[in-house]
């Protein structure tokens, strides 16, 4: 489930980076970067590499089939118990079906690399998904100063982080009293 929210979360990004201009996403350079490093991750070889591939983007392909139907089914709280009962089913049942795909695709790999080397490649896609959507974030990347983490913006706006979580949107202590 953490791995389907985090595929979605970067699609949702990328749209939103392109409809904001900021970057331009480009499906054919992103698919050869992920399989360049999944393939150098999981130390995969040409031939492995040539089996595994056709198989992962035909996975990848009926994902994004089922996540435009979750797009579409959409985050609009209905107005009644009984629809918020449908939509919560429906919800459930678009996540049984990621996960069968998922299954279903997991056999398939193991007919062409080894076990360990699938495990290298699931773990290395979650690590490129990860490394992208830090890169998307604008380059907000924590640094440890003086002891508490501060995260630095491009744009110099730097906020302090207390992991108290006592911080306000400006990046001020807020102590509950009055002045």
């Not at 002891?147 to 509950?176: A, E, I, L, S």
Request: with cysteine.
């Amino acid at each position: 489930m953490k791995r389907l929210s985090l595929l979605l979360l970067v699609f949702v990004l990328a749209y939103v980076a392109h409809a904001q201009g900021q970057q331009r996403f480009d499906p054919a350079k992103f698919d050869a970067e992920q399989q360049q490093f999944i393939t150098k991750s999981a130390c995969l070889t040409e031939q492995e590499a040539a089996r595994f591939f056709p198989l992962f983007r035909e996975m990848q392909k009926k994902q994004r089939a089922i996540y435009e139907r979750q797009r579409k089914l959409g985050f609009n709280k209905p107005s009644t118990e009984k629809g918020c009962a449908e939509s919560i089913r429906q919800h459930d049942q678009i996540d049984l079906e990621l996960k069968q795909i998922q299954q279903t695709y997991h056999n398939k790999f193991l007919r062409v690399i080894p076990a360990s080397k699938l495990y290298d490649v699931l773990q290395a896609e979650d690590r490129f998904f990860r490394m992208k959507l830090r890169s998307w974030g604008g380059g907000m990347q924590p640094n440890m100063v003086n002891g508490n983490n501060q995260f630095n913006r491009p744009n110099g706006n730097n906020h302090r982080f207390n992991p108290n979580g006592n911080n306000n949107r400006f990046g001020r202590q807020n102590n509950n009293r009055q002045r």
